[in-house]
């Protein structure tokens, strides 16, 4: 069965500065998909990063970046040059090729202070 | 592409009524899912459909619930005589076959039962 475990219930950064997300998860599988999504305040969740387990290449898209550590199962999320619009709840999930449906952590909240 | 909407985005309701919740997923999107999500926790997966053909129900869909998706383009979720621990957040995804495995959620339709 698949995992995913989000250990920091909350962060904090400075507007500007950079932030880590923590996320470890298991799986047996070997075809499986990680990702990151935001979810602001009364709104709907948007996709931040994703990350296929089969590519070495960390997955980047502009400010936000992914360290994965396939050995270790660890797949975090760092935002660089933190803005005030980056405050939001941020889950961490997986899903393997097959089954399709999202094993999600239960978030991190993250507030950015001005 | 308007995004996946749904409706109603809030419902109050006593014990014991029934409810239904309806999502149109992303035009052409032939995978639809369902979550639910409680203060506090992750998204934890319902069920999932690709087209018409319901494929997977957790464990936590229980007998009261039913989901449809009868002309592969809306879906209907439905709940059976509510108990209060059904409160929760019910999202609604969609994802198209081919290409990758990321799911574009709905803004949630929030049920209270009184």
């Known amino acids: 069965a698949q995992t995913v475990t989000q250990s920091q219930p909350e962060m904090s950064v400075q507007e500007a500065e950079t932030v880590t997300l923590s996320c470890t998860y298991d799986?047996?599988?070997?075809?499986?998909?990680l990702f990151w999504y935001k979810q602001p305040p009364s709104r709907q969740m948007i996709l931040v990063i994703r990350q296929e387990a089969y590519k070495q290449q960390n997955a980047t898209e502009n400010r936000f970046s992914v360290n994965f550590q396939k050995a270790a199962k660890s797949f975090s999320l760092k935002i660089s040059d933190s803005q005030l619009g980056d405050a939001a709840m941020y889950f961490c999930a997986s899903t393997t090729s097959g089954t399709y449906k999202y094993i999600f952590g239960t978030g991190t909240r993250l507030k950015v202070l001005a | 592409d308007t995004g996946v909407s749904q409706d109603p985005r809030h419902k109050i309701t006593k014990r014991g009524q029934n409810v239904t919740f309806r999502c149109d997923p992303i035009?052409?999107?032939?995978?639809l899912y369902w979550y639910r999500q409680t203060l506090g926790q992750g998204p934890e997966f319902l069920t999932y459909?690709?087209?018409?053909?319901?494929?997977?129900k957790s464990r936590l869909l229980s007998d009261r619930f039913s989901a449809e998706r009868p002309k592969g383009s809306f879906s209907t979720l439905e709940i059976q005589r509510t108990e209060q621990g059904d409160s929760a957040m019910y999202l609604c995804a969609s994802s198209p076959v081919m290409g990758t495995d990321t799911q574009y959620f709905g803004p949630g339709t929030r049920l209270t039962v009184l």
């Open positions: 035009s052409e999107h032939n995978r």
């Open positions: 459909f690709q087209n018409e053909a319901q494929l997977e």
């Open positions: 799986t047996s599988e070997s075809d499986y998909y």
